[in-house]
């Protein structure tokens, strides 16, 4: 497995739940971050994940959280859904400090209903 | 923050014309570029990407343009075929030789529909 994967690849809560997404970062890669897409709409930066710290925040509340572990796989935490967050959640691997090869997963796609 | 905006949200070519796809950004401090495709249900998928010393760059049948003056990018595709259609966005990073490397500003996309 060399590429990004996430998992799962659909997801469906309920407004108020938590949900944890998934990304297993691309071989050789040490760097995680996590996008969101709304329908319609660019990408938006969520924050990046480097040697297990948070190395930077786009515009999203604290409800939004992270993990990396050890194996630079990451973890995306949302808490208490609201309806707005259903969107297509993309991560992204890369190197740090290394330009180029800027991979992203296929996303999993949350409905909160 | 600062974002990237693209001039047309719609392009509709024919197949084996060029496609030209324009990007509009306004951050001073973007030094680094890429052009992702995204097809329906996936993940934006990398085609080219340019640092802000150079001006052009060439792929296979793909070529991105970037003129600093006026902050503005462009993809060409030559001989647009059929599977070229999809969603393109630009992406800028700014300070990427610095510590914020991966820390794309995505534009609101382009849709290019390719007709046989």
């Known amino acids: 497995e060399t590429g990004v994967t996430q998992s799962p690849t659909h997801l469906i809560k309920t407004r108020g739940q938590q949900v944890t997404l998934r990304c297993s970062s691309q071989s050789g890669h040490n760097t995680v971050s996590w996008y969101q897409q709304a329908l319609g709409q660019g990408p938006q930066f969520i924050f990046q994940y480097y040697r297990e710290e948070e190395n930077g925040r786009g515009n999203f509340p604290p409800r939004f959280s992270g993990l990396q572990f050890p194996n630079y796989s990451s973890e995306l935490n949302v808490n208490a859904l609201e309806l707005d967050d259903s969107a297509l959640y993309l991560c992204?691997?890369?190197?740090?400090?290394?330009?180029?090869?800027?991979?992203f997963g296929s996303g999993t796609r949350l409905t909160v209903v | 923050g600062e974002s990237v905006g693209l001039h047309l949200p719609t392009l509709s070519v024919q197949e084996g014309d060029n496609s030209i796809i324009n990007c509009a950004y306004s951050?001073?401090?973007?030094?680094?570029f890429i052009w992702y495709k995204q097809e329906s249900g996936k993940g934006p998928q990398f085609i080219i990407d340019?640092?802000?010393?150079?001006d052009k760059r060439q792929g296979q049948r793909v070529t991105v343009l970037l003129n600093k003056t006026v902050k503005h990018l462009s993809l060409q595709i030559a001989a647009t075929q059929p599977g070229d259609s999809a969603v393109y966005f630009c992406?800028?990073?700014?300070?990427?030789?610095?510590?914020?490397?991966?820390?794309?500003?995505f534009g609101q996309g382009t849709i290019l529909t390719v007709h046989p």
């Open positions: 992204a691997s890369s190197s740090q400090g290394v330009i180029g090869g800027y991979t």
């Open positions: 992406a800028e990073n700014a300070n990427a030789g610095g510590t914020s490397y991966g820390k794309l500003t």
């Open positions: 340019i640092r802000s010393n150079m």
């Open positions: 951050n001073s401090a973007s030094d680094y």
